[in-house]
């Protein structure tokens, strides 16, 4: 059973930056890919970012590329989410998931095992 926990979420002005934490348990966590959503009020999760883990390959929602970065720390069954230039549309619950089988993960339906969401609140 995999359990991910996430963290780093809270208040940042607009323009600011947060790094958002979510970390694995399980002594040999190896999943195939690892997912960023995130869910504003009255509104559908949404697909922020992935990283494949056996390359680390990344890719990005359009409306956060070149803002976001995703990043891991394997010894810690960690992985990251950088956010830089946050907006208050971006306020929203920041989920990350994984998903141990072959999926492009990009929908929330293609992952398995979910965190229990950081609130991230952008405003001035």
């Known amino acids: 059973q995999v359990q991910l926990v996430e963290s780093g979420g809270g208040l940042v002005q607009p323009g600011g930056?947060?790094?958002l934490s979510c970390a694995a348990s399980g002594r040999t966590?190896?999943?195939y890919v690892m997912?960023?959503?995130?869910?504003?009020p009255g509104k559908e999760r949404e697909f922020v970012?992935?990283?494949?883990?056996s390359d680390g390959y990344t890719y990005f929602a359009g409306s956060?590329?070149?803002r976001f970065t995703v990043s891991r720390d394997n010894a810690k069954n960690t992985v990251y989410l950088r956010?830089?230039?946050?907006?208050?549309?971006?306020?929203a619950?920041?989920?990350?998931a994984a998903e141990m089988g072959a999926t492009y993960g990009l929908r929330p339906e293609d992952?398995?095992?979910w965190g229990q969401g950081t609130q991230v609140t952008v405003s001035s």
């Not at 956010?83 to 306020?91: D, V």
């Not at 619950?93 to 990350?96: A, H, T």
């Open 83 to 91: 956010m830089n230039n946050l907006q208050p549309n971006e306020t």
């Open 64 to 66: 956060v590329r070149g």
């Open 17 to 19: 930056s947060l790094r």
């Open 49 to 53: 970012a992935r990283m494949r883990w």
């Open 35 to 40: 997912g960023w959503f995130r869910q504003a």
């Open 29 to 31: 966590f190896r999943p």
């Open 93 to 96: 619950v920041y989920y990350c």
């Open 111 to 113: 992952y398995t095992y």
